[in-house]
C-alpha cells in the first residue's frame, strides 16, 4: 500500500517538478537567468525529498513552494501564460499531498481566478475555507467568483460573513453596496458604499459607485463630489499569501517589476532602493536605470536623481526619452543651459519628438532667445497643427523677435476663435503692453473677463495683468482692486501678491503691503525683491530685529546676489544708525 502511494506521489512529481514539464516560457527565460537558477533549486529540493521517500506536508510545501515561484513570475510577467499553468500543476499536486494546508487551495483559487474559471476557483475556495474557516481573503474571493457565477444572495451571505470577522472591512462594504445598487435598493447601496468610501478614500471605484447611487436619489452635488474623486483604483485589502508572491523571484528583472509595485503603491523611496538593487543585480538594466531616476525625482531626491540621469545616458547615450526628462529635472532645479543641452539632444535623436521641441522653445525663450525659440515652435505646430497653446506661444516669442503685429494678429484671431482661451487673452494682453498700448490692453483684458467665463487660476492671472496694467496708468486704487480679487483666486500665486505689495506701497498703505510681501514669500521663499520690500517696511515702523530676522533667512536664496547683499548692508547700516 505505501508502494503504491509513493508511486503515485513519484509520478505527481514527475508532473510538477521537472523543468521540462513545467517550462518556463523560453522569452522570459532568457531574460531572467536568475529565476532559472530558483527554479532549479527548488526543484532540485523536490527531488532531494522524493529520494529521500519524504511524504505527506513537507513534500507538499515543497512542490507549494514551486508552485508559489512560479505563480510569482506571472504576476510580474502578465504574458508568462505557462508560468501559471506550472504552478496550478503545482498546487494541485500540494493539494493532493497535504489536504490539511489551506495555502494551496486557496493559492489555486487565485490562479484559476486569473484564468477567468470563476467555477473551479469557488471549488478551490470553498476547500480553502474548509480548513479555515475564518480566512477573511478567501471569504471574500469567494464572495467575488459568486458574483462571477451570478449568485448574488450567496455573494452577499459571505460579504456579511466577512463583516462579522473583520467590521468595516471595505471590498465587503463595496460588494454589498453594489449588489444593493444592482437589485435597486438605493439607500442601501448609499449607506454601504459611504462607509466604504469613510474607510478607504483612495478607492474611486467606491466613489464611482456612490456618485451614481446619490446621482439616482436626485443628488446631483454629492453625485459631482465623488464623480471629481471616481477611478479605476480599487479597495485594497491585506492579503498575506498573495502579497508574498510577487516578491518571491530574484534577478535584476524581477526587482524592476517589485519596484514598480512600490512605484503604484506611492512608496517612492522604497522603489528607488529596489531599482538599485535591480541595477547591482545587472548594471546593464537600462529599464532598472530609467526607473530608478524617475523614483528618487518623485521621493524629491534630486541629487541622486541627477546622478541616475547621468549614469544612465552614459551607459547609452541615445535615449531621447531620458535626455528629456533628465532636462525637465534640471530645468525645475534652475539649471537652464544645461536642461536646453539635453532637450537640444532629445530633439536632435528624435525629430517628431513634440514635447521634447515644446519645452525646448519655452527654455529659449525664457532664456531670451526668442528666435532660436521660433524655430522649435513651428517644428512644433509643423507636428501638431492645432496645438492652440503653442500657436500662442509662438506669437509672444514674435513679438520679442520685433515682430509684434504678426503676433497681434494671431492672438487676436485666437481670442475671437477661443474667447475663453486665459492663455491667449494673456498674451494680447501682455503684447499689447510691451508695446505702450495700455488702453488696448486694458479694455481686451476687461472685455473678456466681462464675456467669458474662466477657471479661478485663470482668472486671476488675467486680473493681475489687468492690475498691472492699471498701476502703469495710474490707476492705483482700481489696480490694488483687481489685484486683490486675483489674489482671493488664487492665493498661492507669488507675482499677484508681489505686485499688490508694490502698489499698496505707491498708495502708502505699508502695512497692507507688507502682509502682501509676506504673503509672496509664504509661497516663494525666494523671491528677493519681495524679502527686501518687507524688510525695508519692517525697518521704517521700529521692527529693525524682524527686518534683520528676514535678512538673515534671506541668505539661503541670495548669498551671492550683488543686490541683495548691497540692500542688506544699507539696511543694517540703517538699523544700525536709527
Keep these: 500500500m505505501n508502494r503504491r502511494w509513493f508511486a503515485g506521489a513519484l509520478l505527481a512529481l514527475l508532473a510538477c517538478g521537472a523543468a521540462e514539464r513545467l517550462p518556463l516560457p523560453s522569452r522570459y527565460e532568457a531574460h531572467d537567468p536568475a529565476v532559472r537558477g530558483q527554479i532549479g533549486s527548488l526543484e532540485r529540493r523536490v527531488r532531494s525529498l522524493e529520494d529521500a521517500g519524504t511524504a505527506g506536508p513537507e513534500l507538499a510545501a515543497a512542490v507549494g513552494e514551486l508552485g508559489k515561484l512560479y505563480h510569482g513570475v506571472q504576476l510580474l510577467d502578465s504574458h508568462a501564460f505557462t508560468a501559471l499553468e506550472a504552478a496550478e500543476a503545482c498546487y494541485r499536486e500540494a493539494r493532493r499531498l497535504d489536504p490539511s494546508d489551506h ?133 485594497p485589502f491585506d492579503d498575506p499569501l498573495v502579497r508574498e508572491l510577487a516578491y518571491l523571484p530574484t534577478g535584476s528583472a524581477a526587482l524592476v517589476q517589485q519596484g514598480l509595485i512600490a512605484v503604484q503603491a506611492g512608496e517612492f523611496g522604497a522603489a528607488a532602493t529596489v531599482f538599485s538593487r535591480a541595477i547591482e543585480a545587472d548594471p546593464t538594466n537600462l529599464e532598472a536605470r530609467k526607473h530608478q531616476a524617475l523614483a528618487h525625482v518623485d521621493a524629491g531626491q534630486f541629487e541622486q536623481a541627477e546622478a541616475a540621469y547621468e549614469e544612465l545616458l552614459a551607459l547609452d547615450p541615445d535615449q531621447a526619452h531620458a535626455h528629456f526628462e533628465f532636462a525637465q529635472l534640471l530645468a525645475n532645479r534652475g539649471q537652464t543651459t544645461e536642461a536646453i543641452r539635453h532637450l537640444t539632444r532629445a530633439a536632435e535623436l528624435a525629430p517628431d519628438y513634440k514635447q521634447a521641441h515644446y519645452q525646448l522653445a519655452l527654455l529659449l525663450d525664457r532664456a531670451a532667445r526668442p528666435a532660436e525659440a521660433l524655430e522649435h515652435y513651428d517644428r512644433v505646430l509643423a507636428l501638431d497643427p492645432d496645438y492652440a497653446e503653442a500657436r500662442t506661444r509662438r506669437a509672444t516669442a514674435l513679438a520679442s523677435s520685433g515682430r509684434p503685429a504678426e503676433a497681434l494678429e494671431i492672438l487676436r484671431t485666437r481670442v475671437a476663435n477661443a474667447p475663453g482661451d486665459a492663455a491667449a487673452v494673456q498674451a494680447l494682453g501682455v503684447v499689447l503692453r510691451q508695446q505702450n498700448r495700455l488702453g488696448e490692453a486694458r479694455i481686451a483684458l476687461e472685455r473678456s473677463l466681462g464675456s467669458a467665463q474662466f477657471t479661478a487660476d485663470d482668472e486671476a492671472r488675467l486680473r493681475t495683468e489687468l492690475g498691472g496694467i492699471l498701476a502703469i496708468e495710474g490707476r492705483l486704487t482700481d489696480a490694488a482692486r483687481e489685484l486683490r480679487t486675483a489674489q482671493q483666486l488664487n492665493p498661492t500665486d507669488p507675482q499677484t501678491s508681489f505686485v499688490l505689495g508694490m502698489v499698496l506701497l505707491d498708495l502708502r498703505r505699508p502695512e497692507e503691503a507688507a502682509r502682501a510681501f509676506a504673503a509672496a514669500l509664504a509661497v516663494r521663499p525666494d523671491l528677493t525683491l519681495a524679502r527686501l520690500r518687507l524688510a525695508a517696511i519692517l525697518a521704517q515702523t521700529d521692527r529693525c530685529e524682524e527686518a534683520l530676522a528676514l535678512l538673515d533667512d534671506g541668505r539661503r536664496f541670495a548669498a551671492n546676489d550683488p543686490v541683495f547683499v548691497q540692500a542688506s548692508r544699507q539696511l543694517r547700516a540703517a538699523c544700525a544708525n536709527g
Design 103 to 235: 495555502r494551496w487551495p486557496y493559492l489555486h483559487g487565485f490562479a484559476e481566478d486569473a484564468r477567468g474559471d470563476h467555477d473551479a476557483a469557488a471549488d478551490s475556495y470553498r476547500a480553502a475555507l474548509a480548513i479555515e474557516p475564518d480566512l477573511v481573503p478567501a471569504i471574500h474571493r469567494l464572495a467575488q467568483s459568486e458574483v462571477e457565477r451570478g449568485r448574488p444572495d450567496e455573494a452577499a451571505a459571505l460579504w456579511n460573513r466577512a463583516l462579522a470577522l473583520q467590521p468595516e472591512f471595505p471590498p465587503a462594504l463595496y460588494g454589498l453596496g453594489t449588489l444593493a445598487l444592482e437589485r435597486g435598493d438605493t439607500e442601501s447601496a448609499t449607506d454601504y458604499l459611504e462607509r466604504a468610501v469613510a474607510a478607504e478614500p483612495g478607492a474611486g471605484r467606491g466613489h464611482y459607485s456612490l456618485a451614481m447611487a446619490w446621482r439616482r436619489l436626485g443628488d446631483e452635488d454629492r453625485a459631482a463630489r465623488h464623480f471629481a474623486q471616481a477611478s479605476h483604483t480599487d479597495f
